[in-house]
């Protein structure tokens, strides 16, 4: 791939510094940092940073703001890194720019970092005091760095923050340093210490500089895929790599020889992590590579070693591991050439060994690449597991999954995964609990252990007590779970099959390890060749006669696939002893795009565009309208439970939905007497989201209180009420309990235009004091808190309206609230809800759905929300609270 031209930049020379000198080795005074000398001298050959006129470097000079950030830009552009869209755009920032007094030789990369998000608006103050340039501190630039680097590296996925001053870090900067720390671009000095909060040298400016300069390099220089890759037993590898630019690299490598390392470069890899089809960067040193890093995004543990789990010895050149699914113990005999890692640096046996002897209140968790050799012993052949590579970490916690046979308030009883044996774990105190992805509490997981098959994931201390649990109803997936998939692609290298809407590519190391069958009114034995030509086409006509192909695979127990059973769609039943339509039934969490999900299961079904009456019922509500369903399933204020039919690739055949709780503002409430007969047993209900739902009652529904009955809840008293609701099982209102009425003394409500009066909160031009416990709800944002609500209320871009409950004592008791307007610089749009800064914070709010937004707006793709960043807008929202155009 040709590198991108570097982008000229006028005045690219740090502030202070004259004209470039003719040659690093000619500056004067970099002997007194000799720690960083050859690095000034690399940074200066590589055109990051230039010295003075007069011969000096003047390495411990402080680096203004402004400075740092021409660094930064050139940085960026001299690797290709660039954003296109940034450039150019000092005109859009110029005012902001100047009243800021950034200097004029740096306003353009200012601009630029303000376009690319490596700035923020709130960042501009610390540049100048009175016109003057002040000096950078080093985790104020680390955060520039970590921004302009954060397209590339997950910021948050580690934790490399260990310094002794981590509490001096502001949180702002954390996941900053953290990526910095963990890619090596910054570390700590002599005692350990970051020093967040001191000024940063020219020198250390030429470290960070020098060491991101050949990350991102090694990234962009010689990228190509590997098309073949042939193990040599271990002892070396032949590899073939495409070059993006045309040309072919034949190599041939040792584990000796060449180190591989992951995308960000902080985990060496064996050689043999390399697969057919993967992205790598070839770093050379003339004409010898030394390096070579794996861009493709790491996989999960499950998919990226043969087989996972916990060592359990490692001796007389054998190594047994306890499986993470399973939990059985399989024995593994240690090549001769066996490498090993442990904590992604390259390491020893005896180190590994050492380890395990430190570490016997811990668990030793290992990634195995192993390979099966048909050998005789004891004078008869049979196959032997190898490891060719170990990779260890150690682990305060193990975690397994399994099937739950009981769960009581102190012990969860599981099958594991893959085989029969039985486990149990006893809670630990600190124990956290969840149902999918939501915290839940222990009760709550023994009811719905009760309620059928499900499914746990549980994690367990050095002292054998369960600090998480995890329950669903979907298996958790493993390397042996027996799952029919779909089956997406399958040739001579791989099959790519999909469950759940995920899909899973198994690389074949070669055809004739796997046993293909097909089905033919029972299981047959077929070549290779005759699978595939089962799923190519029909033998007789060359035509598919099929829609879909259906597989399950078998793996032994190192994790390789040995088995592959295909089946067409029509005789997947007969075939796998099941049937294409799968049922399922819990509370919905959410429909989105399309896409109904259970707070309980990982998979999102597909709903049709249009169901008759018999296909979609909601009971308890004299409406069957997919509208109203979505509208139930997405609010905050109902509780949606649904009993669904769905087809082998899980779109929704017939749904049965209701409801089992709500809230909100009872707008009308008709009895068993109403006049009108289509009002008859009905209650409106209006929720915090602005959501209007008739839903239908008992009766005679019940209250909780003997000073009211049905009958008192149909006067014009009780009207505009908030109200709690319970269902029956036909999703019928059976009870309705009054929690906020004109009836209950003290109590009034307000509404209007809100702003601040000091630290009271002014409604429609009346000031009320602020409760300890004021609960604030909203369509228009997710933000709950009184701060937050604070500071929009104190922002002159934003127009509040709220409808709040006020207190005898005259305190805001409850605020529900939606915004009637608000202009700022359009930041981004994401899923249904638009960002704009204003000149006090970023502000996110929520929008009607995307395509009545681009209609509105008059835009035709999403992606042409991008045109609009950086200009300045003013948000419409409707009625109920939400963004319908700008």
């Not at 970490?393 to 085989?419: I, L, M, N, R, W």
Request: glycine share 6%; proline share 1%; with cysteine.
């Amino acid at each position: 791939m040709k590198r991108k031209m570097a982008m000229a930049l006028a005045a690219v020379l740090v502030a202070g510094s004259l004209p470039v000198t003719a040659s690093a080795a000619t500056f004067t005074d970099i002997n007194e940092v000799s720690w960083a000398s050859s690095t000034i001298q690399a940074v200066s050959d590589k055109g990051l940073i230039n010295g003075y006129e007069d011969g000096t470097f003047r390495a411990k000079n402080n680096v203004t703001y402004s400075e740092a950030m021409v660094m930064v830009y050139n940085l960026m552009s001299k690797t290709g890194n660039l954003k296109a869209s940034a450039t150019n755009t000092l005109p859009i920032y110029q005012t902001v720019l100047n009243t800021y007094k950034i200097p004029t030789w740096s306003q353009s990369t200012v601009a630029y970092g303000l376009s690319a998000q490596i700035l923020m608006a709130a960042d501009l103050p610390k540049f100048t005091t009175n016109g003057v340039s002040n000096p950078a501190t080093r985790q104020d630039v680390a955060v520039m760095f970590g921004r302009a680097l954060s397209e590339k590296y997950d910021i948050y996925a580690g934790t490399g923050v260990n310094y002794n001053d981590v509490w001096r870090i502001s949180d702002e900067a954390m996941p900053y340093v953290d990526l910095l720390t963990r890619l090596g671009i910054v570390t700590g000095d002599d005692s350990g210490n970051f020093n967040p909060t001191a000024n940063i040298t020219r020198a250390e400016m030429a470290v960070m500089m020098n060491k991101t300069y050949d990350l991102l390099s090694n990234e962009l220089a010689n990228t190509g895929e590997i098309t073949e890759i042939v193990n040599h037993d271990g002892d070396y590898y032949d590899v073939d790599v495409k070059m993006d630019n045309g040309e072919r690299n034949r190599l041939t490598l040792s584990d000796d020889n060449i180190s591989v390392y992951n995308k960000d470069g902080s985990r060496e890899l064996p050689i043999s992590s390399l697969t057919k089809g993967d992205r790598v960067s070839l770093v050379f040193d003339g004409l010898v590579i030394t390096k070579i890093y794996l861009l493709d995004e790491e996989a999960s543990a499950q998919e990226k070693y043969d087989a996972v789990g916990y060592i359990y010895s490692l001796k007389d050149g054998y190594l047994n591991l306890e499986s993470e699914n399973t939990g059985e113990t399989t024995k593994y005999k240690i090549n001769t050439n066996c490498t090993y890692y442990l904590d992604g640096k390259k390491t020893t046996e005896s180190a590994i060994k050492d380890v395990i002897d430190d570490n016997s209140d811990k668990y030793v968790y290992a990634g195995l690449y192993t390979e099966t050799k048909n050998e005789k012993v004891d004078g008869e052949r049979q196959d032997v597991l190898y490891a060719n590579a170990v990779y260890v970490t150690v682990k305060d916690e193990y975690t397994q999954t399994g099937e739950v046979t009981d769960f009581t308030s102190t012990t969860v009883y599981y099958k594991a995964s893959g085989s029969n044996a039985r486990k149990s774990a006893d809670f630990a105190s600190d124990c956290e609990f969840y149902i999918g992805d939501k915290k839940s509490s222990a009760k709550d997981l023994e009811e719905m252990a009760e309620s059928g098959t499900v499914y746990v994931k549980v994690t367990v201390n050095s002292k054998g007590k369960a600090t998480k649990i995890v329950m669903t109803e979907d298996k958790f997936t493993d390397n042996t779970a027996s799952s029919t998939y779909t089956v997406k692609g399958f040739n001579k290298d791989r099959i790519i099959v999909s469950r759940g809407g995920t899909s899973t590519t198994y690389e074949f190391g070669s055809t004739s390890d796997i046993t293909y069958y097909v089905w033919e009114k029972k299981w047959e034995e077929r070549s290779f060749k005759g699978a595939e030509s089962y799923y190519d086409a029909d033998p007789d006509d060359g035509e598919r006669s099929y829609t879909t192909m259906y597989a399950r695979l078998n793996f032994d127990k190192s994790g390789k696939l040995t088995a592959i059973y295909m089946a067409k769609d029509n005789d997947r039943e007969n075939a796998f002893g099941e049937a294409e339509e799968t049922e399922r039934k819990g509370t919905v969490e959410y429909i989105k795009d399309g896409k109904l999900k259970f707070k309980t299961s990982s998979t999102e079904y597909t709903l049709q565009s249009k169901y008759d009456e018999d296909s979609l019922e909601i009971g308890g509500a004299p409406t069957s309208s997919l509208t109203v369903l979505t509208r139930m399933a997405n609010c905050d204020d109902v509780t949606l439970y649904a009993e669904i039919k769905a087809d082998g690739n899980n779109k929704i055949t017939d749904i049965e939905a209701r409801l089992t709780a709500a809230e909100g503002k009872m707008i009308e409430y008709n009895g068993k007497d109403a006049s009108d007969s289509d009002k008859k047993n009905t209650l409106t209900l209006e929720t915090s989201d602005g959501s209007q739902f008739k839903l239908k009652t008992v009766s005679n529904p019940k209250t909780d209180s003997d000073d009211y009955d049905a009958e008192d809840l149909q006067t014009t008293g009780y009207r505009g009420s908030s109200v709690e609701l319970e269902f029956n099982n036909d999703g019928e209102i059976s009870k309705i309990i009054v929690t906020d009425s004109s009836y209950n003394s003290g109590t009034k409500r307000v509404k209007g235009t809100a702003s601040l009066d000091g630290s009271k909160i002014k409604i429609d031009g009346k000031s009320y004091s602020w409760d300890s416990k004021t609960y604030i709800t909203s369509s228009s944002f997710t933000y709950s808190t009184k701060d937050m609500f604070e500071r929009m209320l104190q922002d002159k871009d934003i127009e509040v309206y709220v409808e709040a409950t006020i207190s005898d004592s005259n305190k805001v008791e409850r605020i529900n609230a939606r915004v009637e307007s608000a202009e700022g610089e359009f930041v981004e749009y994401d899923s249904g809800s638009v960002v704009i800064e204003t000149d006090s914070r970023k502000w996110s709010f929520n929008t009607v759905s995307k395509n009545t937004l681009l209609k509105n707006c008059g835009l035709d793709d999403e992606k042409d929300f991008e045109k609009k960043e950086g200009k300045n807008v003013t948000l419409e929202f409707n009625s109920d609270g939400l963004v319908e155009e700008f």
